[in-house]
């Protein structure tokens, strides 16, 4: 593999990566602003076509219903509370700009995703303290959870191929000796 056809692969390969991970957090972004909606949504499925879904996680049903129900009594009386659901949409929109950084230039922005990284770990301890002072039940901490190992394995990958790049990068930037080919 030529020098010029390495980097750019290993460049093209790492904003594949990105972009996929942008398009992850924007989606999760999106859907925390019609959580009334979608929190219907689901019961109706729930009852309905996806009713095995229901049968085989006899809890699921229950707690959406119970989170359906604290939503609608929220919207209803308490509009103001579903606010700051708005601002944790705008936070991953927000988070998901960042990683433009690297897209554009991974190597000098390599702290961002090594931010993603300390951002996916920070959900662990956030789910196990916070879970259980706000009545989240246990296996909904472990979804919560596997956001962040799932959301850190992109970035350990990115990172490593960034590493890779810079590593190739200086080695095409190191100046040949004189006669050498």
């Not at 460049?11 to 925390?32: D, P, Q």
């Not at 960034?162 to 000796?177: D, S, T």
């Amino acid at each position: 593999m030529s020098e010029t056809k390495g980097p750019r692969a290993l460049l093209r390969r790492i904003r594949v990566w990105l972009a996929v991970f942008i398009v992850c957090l924007v989606v999760s972004g999106l859907t925390a602003f019609p959580l009334v909606t979608e929190l219907h949504l689901a019961e109706d499925a729930l009852t309905s076509w996806a009713a095995p879904v229901a049968e085989l996680f006899p809890g699921l049903l229950e707690w959406i219903q119970r989170v359906r129900d604290g939503l609608d009594a929220a919207d209803a009386q308490y509009p103001f509370v579903l606010y700051g659901t708005d601002w944790l949409a705008f936070a991953h929109l927000v988070i998901a700009v960042a990683f433009y950084g690297p897209y554009r230039d991974p190597v000098r922005n390599i702290w961002v995703i090594e931010f993603g990284m300390i951002a996916c770990a920070g959900i662990i301890p956030l789910a196990l303290i916070c879970g259980p002072i706000r009545d989240i039940p246990f296996w909904w901490s472990v979804i919560d959870m596997s956001f962040g190992v799932f959301g850190v394995i992109p970035l350990l990958v990115v990172r490593r191929m960034i590493k890779r790049l810079e590593a190739v990068r200086a080695v095409a930037e190191e100046p040949q000796p004189v006669g050498a080919p």
